[in-house]
């Protein structure tokens, strides 16, 4: 199995930036695909974005496309999320996710077999 471990959430205000780092430790880290995910209070985890096992193919969720890009480095084993323009709308606790069994991409948590801790982000005046 692999052991994911978030960094780089903090408070920002709106317009600002951050970058997620997920560092994976275990297994090989190319043979997962990598996802980002986020929770707010009292709502469900909502999927982010997605990039395959070696980088070449990137999904988003609409409300983030053209303002977070996703990232890997299979030799440092680290998923990115740079974050730019950030919302108020964009504060949650962001959680990355590995899968071993999908092919591609995927947008859906369940297909995700391991998860880090999480890391807070929030933006605010």
């Known amino acids: 199995q692999v052991h994911l471990v978030e960094s780089g959430g903090g408070s920002v205000q709106p317009g600002g930036s951050l970058k997620l780092s997920c560092a994976a430790s275990?297994?090989?880290?190319?043979?997962?695909?990598m996802g980002w995910f986020r929770q707010s209070p009292g709502k469900e985890r909502d999927f982010v974005a997605t990039i395959d096992r070696i980088g070449h193919s990137t999904k988003y969720v609409d409300s983030v496309e053209g303002r977070f890009t996703i990232s890997r480095d299979n030799v440092k084993n680290i998923v990115y999320l740079q974050m730019d323009t950030l919302k108020p709308e964009d504060t949650a606790v962001y959680y990355c996710?590995?899968?071993?069994?999908?092919?591609?991409?995927?947008?859906?948590?369940?297909?995700?077999?391991?998860w880090g801790q999480g890391t807070q982000v929030t933006v605010s005046s």
């Open positions: 275990g297994r090989t880290f190319s043979n997962y695909v």
């Open positions: 996710a590995a899968s071993e069994r999908v092919i591609g991409t995927s947008m859906f948590s369940s297909r995700y077999d391991f």
